[in-house]
């Protein structure tokens, strides 16, 4: 996209400057031709000399910035950024004015291949309100990038919207070019239908047994929950004739061996799944050393990687992967350590969080003879004492780290009474910044924000979380938050997170019912022994009953696939 994009914006910028001398025009034309046939060098010449006649236009600057970048084979992705950021921080009126389109949306350009969505959504959301000036060629490649950064940042709902103005675009140039050559012979019109159809149909052909093809296929069947027949569809595809990430910014591979670890998972074999995870990251860490290593400091993070080679690295979607799976397979320690390393990136994910207190869950549950007893555990509350006599003071630990983490994952979410048409407040990544509604055909892809969009929750790497799951994920955080405290010995924290499992509006009814009924007949049975005098039974009915509530509130957030 970015490429062919980029050369219609070199011949919008060379071929419409407005009174520009014939001169002018001849030389801005042959910059282009000679940038379209490859003739790097001619077209800088061409628009050295250009720029020599008009030192003040930026856009020649902008073109030989963008000239140069596909001389280097589109490797200097860095410098190209900072000539860009140059240009914009110039007295510059800003996307108010139509010229400055065309730099605005290399920026954009930018910053989906360096994977900042937010930011290439912002100035794509702008550029769509001025789309009616534009060309439409320019209009549907503004389009067709925003379509992509909704789809990454699980949108389906806008880039269904704009899919739909993409449509309207394309029947009203058809319109108008029916309208202009109303004079042509339809003899002309039914031979290139025939041609075009044989070269429809010989794609096809050659599509069928695609790599590309056959992975749609079977993310489809997976979908569907037709497993063995989803395996089936990856083991037909011949991944070997597929070009490598250098060409295509994609290692198929890598893909391969990951999605046979999801079927897997979703199969319930998750020994399995680990296997083909780890394969797939050996897959990931080859393509990155044949990229090239990417940790000299950030001004040479992207010198020397073609452009498109900058989403290869898949290397934090496959460790939140592999996490997952060890927690279904008992490793919760091994799950904790892939897992932190992927909340470096995906720190904004309250599922991921939840994941991580589950590792500690795990991990610590059963292991100490308190818990075994229905004690609470009292190590570790007092850190150390300071001073002697009555200057001593009790230094006392800070929170544990399951305690952090459930603070994280209950922050992430959204306040309890919130309402479904927030368009106001929408600062998160998957939702970047709202534009304001335009009247008319093209309208602003955000209304669909304020409507449909507004229910879901970003959860990256991951799908996005629906109203009803961000209901259920705040109970299996209020209800392993208790857990914890119970655990570490403050019944008044355990207390207050229970109550406000209690007035959640989504519990499940059979954690109110079945738990109200049981406490309250070992209540009353310790009760019961109190007043005979048998306090013995009756704390062994309270320890029964604090152990019961424990183990049931653990339980109940036992993990499940997302």
């Not at 970015?2 to 014939?22: I, L, R, V």
């Not at 280097?72 to 510059?92: E, F, H, I, P, Y």
Request: net charge neutral; hydrophobic share 35%.
């Amino acid at each position: 996209m970015a490429e062919s994009t980029e050369q219609n914006e070199t011949k919008h910028d060379n071929s419409s400057s407005p009174g520009a001398a014939d001169q002018e025009k001849e030389m801005a034309a042959s910059a282009y031709e000679a940038f379209s046939t490859g003739k790097h060098d001619e077209s800088l010449k061409q628009l050295d000399a250009l720029q020599d006649l008009n030192k003040d236009d930026y856009k020649i600057a902008m073109n030989k910035a963008v000239v140069e970048f596909y001389k280097s084979s589109q490797t200097t992705t860095g410098a190209l950024k900072q000539t860009l950021v140059a240009m914009r921080n110039q007295d510059m009126e800003g996307l108010d004015d139509v010229e400055n389109s065309l730099l605005y949306y290399n920026q954009a350009i930018i910053h989906y291949h360096m994977r900042q969505y937010s930011e290439a959504i912002a100035i794509g959301e702008r550029l769509y309100q001025f789309l009616e000036p534009f060309a439409e060629k320019f209009a549907q490649a503004v389009c067709f990038l925003l379509v992509d950064l909704y789809l990454l940042t699980f949108q389906p709902e806008k880039a269904l919207h704009l899919l739909a103005v993409l449509d309207k675009l394309s029947l009203q140039g058809g319109s108008k070019n029916g309208k202009g050559e109303s004079n042509s012979s339809h003899r002309d019109g039914a031979n290139q239908r025939a041609e075009f159809t044989a070269m429809i149909e010989a794609a096809k052909s050659k599509m069928h047994q695609s790599a590309p093809s056959l992975f749609l296929k079977s993310n489809f069947e997976y979908l569907r929950g037709n497993y063995r027949k989803a395996v089936k569809l990856l083991n037909s595809s011949n991944i070997a004739e597929h070009p490598g990430p250098i060409k295509t910014g994609e290692c198929v591979r890598c893909m391969f061996w990951n999605n046979l670890g999801c079927i897997h998972f979703a199969m319930g074999k998750h020994n399995l799944g680990i296997f083909y995870f780890k394969k797939a990251l050996q897959e990931n860490d080859h393509t990155c050393a044949q990229l090239g290593d990417g940790s000299s400091g950030q001004a040479k993070k992207f010198s020397g990687i073609p452009m498109c080679a900058l989403l290869a690295n898949k290397r934090y979607e496959l460790l939140y992967n592999c996490g997952i799976q060890l927690l279904h397979i008992g490793r919760p320690l091994a799950a904790f350590e892939c897992l932190m390393e992927a909340v470096q990136v995906y720190h904004s994910n309250p599922r991921l969080w939840l994941r991580l207190a589950e590792c500690c869950i795990s991990a610590n549950k059963g292991g100490s003879e308190q818990e075994g007893k229905g004690l609470p555990c009292k190590k570790g509350i007092v850190q150390s004492i300071v001073g002697q006599g009555y200057h001593r003071k009790i230094v006392l630990a800070s929170q544990s780290t399951q305690n952090t983490i459930y603070r994280n994952a209950l922050l992430l979410l959204p306040e309890h009474q919130q309402p479904d048409a927030k368009a106001e407040n929408n600062g998160s990544k998957s939702s970047s910044q709202s534009g304001s509604t335009e009247s008319g055909e093209n309208s602003d892809p955000c209304s669909v924000k304020g409507q449909d969009a507004d229910k879901f929750l970003s959860a990256a790497p991951s799908s996005p979380l629906r109203k009803q799951e961000v209901d259920n994920l705040r109970c299996s955080i209020l209800a392993c938050s208790a857990y914890v405290a119970l655990a570490l010995g403050d019944n008044l924290m355990a207390l207050n997170h229970a109550e406000k499992l209690l007035h959640q509006a989504k519990v499940s009814g059979s954690l109110n019912s079945v738990t109200s009924a049981r406490s309250m007949m070992l209540f009353n049975l310790g009760s019961a022994y109190c007043l005979r005098s048998e306090y013995e039974k009756a704390r062994k009915c309270l320890q029964q009953e604090e152990r019961r509530v424990a183990q049931f509130w653990c339980f109940s957030t036992r993990r499940r696939p997302w």
